[in-house]
């Protein structure tokens, strides 16, 4: 007897012709920033709808943990509306970003929809917002310069195609105008800027003065003001670098700036407390420490394309130890300080050049540029050494030859350190200034 072959591609065709059946959970409770859904059984970071009324647009939201057999979800969105018996959808996805070439030029918000500049056209592909990094064995070496077309950073911070550095400054030391200054006049390609937490109103004085029309023309901004929900402001942080990575895979030198890591180190940590998570240091719950290298080693180089990173800090209290300022400059390849003494002396960029450095910058300059920026160095630390004994005029010229060396040449490197945010050099005209700065006294 012949056994019969039964075709199962029909069937197969009419299973997956059908939606499947979709489960609901129901909000049981709500407490502080935090539902509680009964009825699921969602994985963490899946993306949920929560509906409010039958003419409101659903709420969206994402699995933060469990409790007691429940799901504790977070809102993207206001809470308002939701109450007990609200039915929940679970996507069965975690949440994704729709991104396309069109995006330079302009200004989402923290979920990655167009808020200024309209919205996109052309091809457009799906991505999650979480990545993983890239395989460390993949990565390419850092052998480029990236000129920034800061002069204090070229010539004694210089930067490589795809390092990351840390910006770390206290409030009102400049770092806004310094990541405005690096988007109008760096190599890059593309400009990626997000600001996390950041005051409204100070969102639209980066992007018309900062930024300007120049620097707009070839970013994209993502913006997540600090009314937002917490969880808005980490995806806003999560959505800049998604899109860094997308024109990063494009073969296309990036450059990712994000003001600031500190506000999305306190969102992370405003998260974690609310499902119940230990404070450890400072009120940072572990998983903030657990998040920060995540998020910070997604940048770099890849097969193809790099990610060159600025990550400014807020620094608490002026303490470069503190917590998040410690823990982000032990990942990151380099940091530039910002005094608010230099910037109380009106010298703008306020980059404190002895205090800053660049861990990859002997590998990608020559050695002259690295004698000279050494020289340069010395002498500032000579002066600063003796600034005391050289105002109350208790020096006398002669005693020493370093330190009159350092007092015959100490305009002319403030002189060079110093430069308008209006100003645009190239990195050729810092190289050629640089090279002369010990010719003319």
Not at 59 to 76: D, H, N, S, T
Not at 217 to 234: F, H
Request: charged share 20%; proline share 6%.
């Amino acid at each position: 007897m012949t056994a019969k072959v039964i075709d199962l591609e029909q069937y197969y065709r009419e299973i997956w012709a059908h939606t499947p059946l979709s489960i609901k959970g129901r909000v049981t409770q709500v407490i502080g920033l935090v539902m509680e859904v009964s009825g699921l059984r969602p994985f963490v970071g899946e993306f949920c709808l929560v509906e409010v009324q039958k003419e409101a647009e659903p709420i969206a939201a994402e699995v933060v943990g469990f409790r007691q057999g429940r799901a504790l979800l977070m809102p993207l969105g206001n809470l308002r509306g939701i109450g007990p018996g609200c039915r929940v959808l679970a996507t069965g996805k975690p949440f994704y970003v729709n991104i396309g070439p069109d995006l330079v030029g302009k200004v989402l918000n923290g979920l990655g929809r167009p808020i200024l500049g309209g919205d996109l056209e052309g091809p457009v592909m799906e991505r999650p917002v979480d990545n993983q990094p890239p395989n460390p064995l993949e990565r390419c070496s850092i052998d480029e310069v990236m000129a920034t077309g800061v002069r204090a950073i070229d010539s004694l911070l210089t930067c490589g195609q795809g390092q990351r550095v840390g910006i770390f400054s206290g409030s009102g030391v400049g770092k806004s105008t310094l990541l405005g200054m690096i988007s109008r006049y760096s190599d890059a390609e593309v400009n990626v800027i997000g600001l996390v937490g950041e005051r409204g109103r100070e969102v639209m004085d980066f992007i018309n003065k900062d930024l300007g029309p120049e620097g707009l023309k070839r970013s994209v901004v993502i913006v997540s003001t600090s009314d937002r929900p917490a969880l808005e402001r980490v995806k806003a942080a999560q959505v800049a670098t998604a899109v860094a990575e997308y024109f990063r895979d494009q073969g296309r030198r990036v450059i990712l700036m994000m003001d600031s890591v500190t506000r999305y180190a306190m969102a992370l940590r405003e998260i974690g407390l609310a499902i119940g998570e230990p404070p450890a240091t400072k009120g940072y719950t572990p998983s903030v420490f657990a998040a920060l290298p995540r998020l910070l080693e997604r940048s770099g180089t890849a097969s193809t394309g790099s990610i060159t990173g600025f990550y400014s800090v807020l620094v608490d209290g002026d303490d470069l130890n503190e917590p998040i300022s410690d823990a982000v400059r032990g990942i990151l390849d380099g940091h530039i300080i910002l005094s608010r003494n230099l910037a109380s002396r009106n010298h703008y960029p306020a980059i404190d050049v002895l205090g800053s450095t660049s861990r990859l910058m002997p590998y990608i300059v020559p050695s002259e540029h690295r004698e000279q920026a050494s020289q340069v160095l010395e002498l500032l630390a000579t002066y600063r050494d003796n600034e005391d004994l050289i105002n109350i005029g208790a020096y006398v010229k002669g005693s020493n030859p370093r330190v009159d060396r350092a007092i015959t040449y100490r305009e002319n490197i403030e002189r060079f350190l110093c430069q308008d945010m209006t100003e645009p050099v190239t990195w050729q005209q810092t190289m050629e200034a640089f090279a002369g700065l010990f010719h003319t006294p």
